[in-house]
């Protein structure tokens, strides 16, 4: 069902690769999860684990072994001297048993009640099984995380971008001005260059942010399998967050599942020390026979059979119980600790989370008054440009401001609306 559930997950991602819609963050959740190489360990597990548990169930199936032996041994069965004797004066020939003894057989054997071992062994594999699954479900979660990181870092990367293009666009149209002025000698060359000088700056800010920008997506293809080197990423919307671990979380799951398995392990010491009954047969062809009487008398091969049932009752299990019993209830104590852990850490996780959403927030409604303040100030000092009095040095500075006004507030937008999903994330509601 994992495996269909993720190659559905592919399939959808692939619809959209040949449309001209931009990518979600969901789709680069579902496509690093299902591109992750640890899903072909899981499925090599699972199978490995398949094949354990299907072997486990043929211990009720008959155990038959076949075998063939020749022997010779220095002493075998006879009669007395005095009895052999009395038979001779019969006119009996006694011979007595052969040294060189063969037999060609089978032996077999078929449970009849173990007193629960396979029973309790088949659900210890099982509950192991559904163990190394949370495990793996564990850490393919894990990737979302990696994912959120590289997903909103391009569209901070992108926002600065945007916002350099800006201040380009801004300066460019002031030197254009400050240019006409030193053509008509009312500016110096040194107050055009002033302003040449934030432009280069500015283009090599560009060029980093460009190449950064290129480093993730390259990092993020990889991760999710997808091919995103030109491809818009939406910006996600905010979210609903909640403080609450979902019961859902991969990170429970898997501590429920290492429980699971070790009452199946406690139920394989009970069953440990219980009898065994089984349904036992021998044959063979072969001398001496069962008739070893008749055997003495004649040295020929002959059939042998028997049947019956055995009962063997091991109490060496008696001597490691109550360790054993003891190892189990101190592991299950430590899952308990580490689920405390884990919820405690999460709690912590979320509360710091929470406050810098908080704290964002608030200063987001001054954003929009700094940048209104930082576009009065740039726009007065282009007003004064344009009536000639040239101060690049403001110019460059009110510019500059500006952008970096304008920049905190996408930044700010977009570190508040990360919070949220990394929140989502650790809480368990990205599954």
Known sequence: MKAITTSLAVAAVMMWATSSQAVTLEQCHEAAASNYPEIKQYQLTDLASDYDIDNAKKAYLPQVQAYGQATWQNAVSNFPDNIKSLYEQMGIEMKGLSKDQYRVGVDASQLIWDGGKTRASIKQLQASQRAARAQSDLTIYQVRSKVNDLYFGILMLEENLK???????????????????VKGGVATVSDAQRVEAEMASTRQQRINIE????AYRNVLSILTGLNLAREKLERPEPTIVSDNVEATHPQLAYFDAQKAALEAQRSSIKASLMPQVSAIG??????????????MFEDKFSFNFMVGLKATWSLSSLYTKK????????????????????????????????????AGEKQLSEDD??????????????S????????????????????????????????????????????????
Request: glycine share 4%.
């Open 282 to 295: 021998s044959a063979f062809y072969g001398k001496p026979g069962y008739d070893t009487f008749k055997a």
């Open 163 to 181: 916002q350099t293009e800006v201040k380009m666009h801004t300066l460019e149209s002031n030197l254009k001005l400050i240019d006409s002025y």
């Open 211 to 214: 190449e950064t920008d290129k």
């Open 384 to 431: 004064k440009l344009k009536h000639g009095i040239v101060v690049p040095d403001d110019l460059v500075k009110d510019v500059s401001n500006e952008h970096l006004a304008r920049l905190a507030k996408a930044y700010r937008e977009l570190e508040i609306l990360k919070s949220q999903y990394d929140i989502k994330y650790t809480v368990g509601g990205l599954n």
């Open 323 to 358: 360790n054993n019993e003891a190892k189990i209830d101190n592991a299950e104590r430590e899952i308990d600790v580490a689920r405390d852990k884990f919820l405690f850490n999460t709690s912590m996780s979320t509360a710091t989370k929470q406050g810098s959403i908080a």
């Open 369 to 382: 008054a700094i940048i209104a303040l930082r576009e009065s100030i740039r726009k007065a000092t282009e």
